[in-house]
Nanobody, 122 residues
Framework: QVQLVESGGGLVQTGGSLRLSCAAS????????MGWFRQAPGKEREFVGG????????AYADSVKDRFTVSRDNNRNTVYLQMNNLKPEDTAVYYC???????????????WGQGTQVTVSS
């Protein structure tokens, strides 16, 4: 099993940036597709973006495309979510997740972190 711990959330103004980190332990993340999800109050959890095992493929939700970037450092066993030009509608709890897949799934992840809160003020 792999354990995931997110960090880097906080309060930021509209137009600002944040970088979230997801540190993995237990197993190397090089075997997993890694994804980021978010859940806003009263809404379902949604896929934000993800990378395949060796970063050859990526996928993003339309709402964050060109603003958010997922990257991974397999040597550090860490995944990142760089968020630029943040908007109030990006306010949510952000989760990282792992799935044993050669692709970039948008659902069906097996392992989840506990989440980190991102709040964007207007």
């Amino acid at each position: 099993q792999v354990q995931l711990v997110e960090s880097g959330g906080g309060l930021v103004q509209t137009g600002g940036s944040l970088r979230l980190s997801c540190a993995a332990s237990g197993r190397t993340i090089s075997s997993y597709a890694m994804g980021w999800f978010r859940q806003a109050p009263g809404k379902e959890r949604e896929f934000v973006g993800g990378l395949s095992r060796r970063s050859g493929n990526s996928a993003y939700a339309d709402s964050v495309k060109d603003r958010f970037t997922v990257s991974r450092d397999n040597n550090r066993n860490t995944v990142y979510l760089q968020m630029n030009n943040l908007k109030p509608e990006d306010t949510a709890v952000y989760y990282c997740a792992a799935k044993e897949s050669p692709y970039v799934p948008r659902a069906g992840y097996s392992y989840w972190g506990q989440g980190t809160q991102v709040t964007v003020s207007s």
